[in-house]
């Protein structure tokens, strides 16, 4: 199995920038579908991006359309989340995941989670 740790979350001010990593160890990423989610007190786990096989396909929640970029590097094992413009609304423990099929982009499609990284969007 492949095993995920997310990394880069921390606290910054509206309009900041972010970037996360999400480094898999046990397999390599190449033959996974990679996705972002994210989940904050009182709501669902929401999907945020995601990237297919060999990143030629993206796909976003319109929320962060034009503000984040996915992205992967299967060289380095490496999935990477790019954040600009960030909001309060962003606030928020993202999640990396990862699928060898893709299904859809609901987070119960995705068979590998890392533990998440907490992201702080101040005002």
């Known amino acids: 199995q492949v095993q995920l740790v997310e990394s880069g979350g921390v606290l910054v001010q509206a309009g900041g920038s972010l970037r996360l990593s999400c480094a898999a160890s046990g397999r390599t990423i190449n033959n996974y579908v990679m996705g972002w989610f994210r989940q904050s007190p009182g709501k669902e786990r929401e999907f945020v991006a995601a990237i297919t096989w060999t990143g030629c396909s993206t796909y976003y929640t319109d929320s962060v359309k034009g503000r984040f970029t996915i992205s992967r590097d299967n060289a380095k094992n490496t999935v990477y989340l790019q954040m600009d413009s960030l909001k309060p609304e962003d606030t928020a423990v993202y999640y990396c995941?990862?699928?060898?099929?893709?299904?859809?982009?609901?987070?119960?499609?995705?068979?590998?989670w890392g533990q998440g990284t907490q992201v702080t969007v101040s005002s």
């Open positions: 995941a990862a699928n060898s099929r893709f299904i859809n982009l609901h987070a119960r499609s995705f068979d590998y």
